[in-house]
């Protein structure tokens, strides 16, 4: 019994900080997003921060599933019950509180993907991949289908806008503002739970079986991170939402999956700060070159390919190899662990 | 009584072309062990060779079919050669790197033809009538083409040299390897062979369904469809399913309206996943 507390204890003892480098930098730049409005008025630059920070949250969905190796696809699918959620709760009920309102939009998606946890995450692999798929078709043919609840092929328009301590958020910085809020609590939520579990998760990444053989119930974990991963994709579901105004099918397209992994893998799946680099490269760079909507995916499927087979730690992979490479290079720094090897890049397979 | 049997044979139409895109899908997870995202991407530019072909160029329709089959083919070699075999051995990169392709593919067809669907109808008009039920002949010609295509390719695989050496490949790589088959040779092969069925598909439907760069998403859904419910990597699985996944639609879309069809298909879907990963007629699953 004593045996079985001491291996317990061991990775407590070992956890020195809960959060590293990577963490802290990412929260901070999440959180200088509440300074935008502030130190600007221009609307592209508050509609592109909303754009981006929305993007990245969403991404975090994919993060933390990509933390045991499972792709996941389902990330639109929690979007939706979470906007939908807040949209009802809104609409129906009158319900305008943002904290009231983000709290039902983590807590339903997380509780809606406990029974699908279940069912789905006994599958690996491919066909985790494929049954994710398939879920957030199912999703996108439920809002078309429950026209009595969603609204069906019109949505849910008109909502009242969000209040915070009954002030009304209407505005462009406000709508910022509430956006900036879910990011932030989305990001610190992914950015404790991956990192207090992270040896965990990293055990499953490596071999689940062995994990699991060593006396680790995986599947908790999983059902675990799967539920956190829905709870903070409908965190970014009522960012949309309240962006739009409206809630409809057409935010929560399937292929729009492929956009969440894109930012996930191109920022680099091994950090937190992955997603987020990636969302605002890749939100900035559709803007920047004109490829509003048409051309974007090339550019998207272009930057998969070339990171999958030539830089596979994405940019903040490439970025702390250039670093380490640095440091290296210049004799007079003092060998000392860098904080970016806290996290060490992820994706190059053993 | 005429509308049951009309529909029914709409559903046997579209049960072979979604057997020509599942017998494809299914081919490239038996033996490659990938699952191909840009296999929709593959029926659109069927579509669009096939209407350059015989609508710019003005080469007679069944010229410019073989044409699509053939440059779906090449492309799908190349592909499958430069960089899916880099990568062949994981199966998330092989995912991302076929998601990226179908993107640049349907990325380079808006560029090339814009966003709206070209003008391109079937060269063949007209309808076959028996009592009362009416069937298109264009309908008629895609049923006989697809059946002929199955049933080339259940002969390739059963019959002929180079499928025993590709269902041996899928059964032990490694073995298959010791034994003298070539993986450089038969993999981009087999995937070629894939991706020209879907050109044919697409060459032969999108005159009939419509042509626009964006239709291969629900083809890929539907792929999936099939494919999953025969059971990953099982040819005959994809066969059936194929049409029972046609039947279901078209009943569906006559009967109920909607996309409730696709939903009940899809729940059917996910819950065999979860109960029988296999799928219907899949016996022994490639290790995914």
Redesign the interface.
Known sequence: MSNQASIRRLPQARRPALLGGYEWATLGLVGFAFAVPVLTRNPQILSQTNLILIAATAALGVYIMLRM?L?SFAVPAFMAIGGYTVAVLSLKLGVTDVILLGVAAFVMPALCAVPLGW??L??????F???T???T??VQ??L??ATPLTGGSNGLVGMPAVTLFGIELMDNSQVLLTTAGLAFAGFTITALFTRYFRYEFTAIEKNDVLAESLGLACWRYKALAFSVAAGVSGLAGFALVNMLLTAHPTSFA??SS?SY?TYT?VGGKGAILGTLAGAALLVTATDLFALKG??S?????????V???VARGGVIGLAAKAAGRLRRASPAAPARVAPIAAVPARGV?S | MDNLIATGLIGISLGSQYALLALGFTLI?GILGV?NFAHGGFYVMGGYVAYYCSVVLGLPFPVAVLAATLATAALGWLFEMI?LE??IE????T???T??????????I??LFG?ESPEFSFPITGVWRAGGAYVPYANMVVIGVCLAAIVFVYWLIYRSGIGRAMRAMAEDRAVASALGMRTRALFPFAFALATGLAGLTGALVTPILALAPHVG?PVL?FS??TV?LGG?GSVAGATVAAFIVGMVEAYAAVYLG???G??AL??L??LI??VR?QGLLGREVRR?
């Open positions: 190796d792709m069912l789905i006994r599958l690996k692999g491919v066909y991949v494929l049954v798929f398939v879920l078709e199912i043919l439920l078309f289908e399937p292929m492929v992994i893998i048409e051309l995916p090339g550019l998207f499927g272009l930057l998969i390919i990171v999958t087979l397979k | 997870f699952v960089i880099r990568v994981d199966h998330q990169a995912l991302m790197v998601m990226g392709f179908y993107l640049v593919m349907a990325t380079a808006l560029l966003p998403d859904a999936f469809l999953i990953l909607g996309s409730k696709a939903l899809f729940v879907v996910l996943l979860v990963p995914a």
